[in-house]
């Protein structure tokens, strides 16, 4: 039996400015700091904070106490924003004339690799 995980197809990439399609912080905007591939998570920039408390470890220099944090949440729950438009968006990917591709917002035209 096969027990080994599979990555996870995610759309968007770190650095990329995604808004939060559902959840406590739904409508909210901001900057993806890590990707997950194997769990399908995503980490975004002050969304989705969890209070953990941390216990202080002096040989390593780590002072305790409660700290707060981006927890990750599942990619479905977050879709592209485009800048442009000021929307969440669907993207298309184009060919350019060197062979690269890039992605385009489906709304506006506007190339969201620059």
Do not use: W
């Not at 202080?56 to 305790?64: E, R």
């Amino acid at each position: 039996m096969n027990t080994s995980k599979k990555s996870h197809s995610i759309h968007v990439k770190k650095g990329d400015t995604v808004i939060v399609i559902s959840g406590k912080d739904k409508g909210k905007v901001g900057t993806l700091k890590e990707v997950f591939r194997k769990d399908g998570k995503v980490v975004v920039e002050g969304i989705n904070m969890i209070t953990k408390a941390l216990k202080s470890n002096p040989m390593k220099g780590i002072q305790g106490g409660l700290i707060r944090r981006e927890a990750p949440l599942y990619s479905s729950k977050v879709m592209l924003y485009c800048m442009k438009c000021e929307k969440p968006t669907r993207i298309r990917h184009v060919e350019l004339e060197n062979g690269a591709k890039t992605r385009v917002c489906i709304r506006c035209g506007e190339h969201l690799d620059v």
